[in-house]
């Protein structure tokens, strides 16, 4: 089991390999690749948004949302059906929504990249941002994990112990690292935001904040 959360409705919803359920109260219902939108076996990450819609990062798969019934799929099995952003990685490692509605989706790999969805109309295909090393000024290497904070903040923890921080009132990111903050040089494992503009992140045996 990798990943729980609990959508607007009070349903409890937990993934991991081979699965991902949804328990009501009373009733477990399995939703796999063969039933589903879902296109791979490994599923990571679930984020529900503020429109209750649900969203799944997996490996090879990318990221799918589900839009109840709807499904889409930003993967390399969609068959062209929607955009499929993965030009150089496939793997979807998370996804969340910002203090504009903002949703962000975060592929991992040595060429990784995000993508921003304006306002989270994620059928409005051309509004979509990609930000990647070439255009962010930023190393994009490796994102496991997207955060934001209620301030207007989008952070992303890199494998590599680091964090770009994207600020929506100027449109840029920071590099944070162990020279210009308190981040350690190793051991970054996740983060979790808090009101007041407040993000924490887990550091092995430790958190800062």
Request: proline share 4%; net charge negative.
């Amino acid at each position: 089991m990798y990943d729980v959360r609990i959508d607007n409705n009070g349903n409890y919803w937990s993934c991991g390999i081979g699965f991902l359920e949804k328990y009501d109260g009373t009733t477990w219902k399995t939703y796999t690749r063969y039933n589903t939108g879902l296109v791979d076996y490994i599923n990571n990450q679930i984020f529900v948004d503020s429109k209750n819609r649900k969203w799944f990062a997996n490996d090879e798969g990318g990221i799918q949302v589900f839009d109840c019934p709807h499904w889409e799929d930003y993967g390399k099995f969609n068959q062209g059906l929607f955009p499929s952003l993965q030009n150089n990685t496939p793997i979807g490692s998370s996804v969340t929504e910002d203090s504009y509605g903002d949703i962000w989706m975060t592929y991992y790999g040595g060429y990784g990249y995000a993508i921003q969805i304006p306002n989270g109309d994620y059928k409005n295909y051309a509004s979509w941002v990609l930000w990647d090393n070439t255009n962010a000024g930023a190393n994009f290497q490796t994102p496991e994990e997207v955060e934001a904070d209620d301030s207007g903040h989008v952070f992303m923890r890199l494998y590599n112990s680091t964090v770009q921080m994207y600020n929506h009132t100027t449109n840029t990111f920071t590099n944070l690292n162990s020279s210009n903050s308190g981040l350690p040089p190793i051991g970054l494992l996740c983060m979790e935001p808090r009101a007041g503009g407040k993000m924490y992140f887990g550091v092995l045996c430790s958190f800062i904040f």
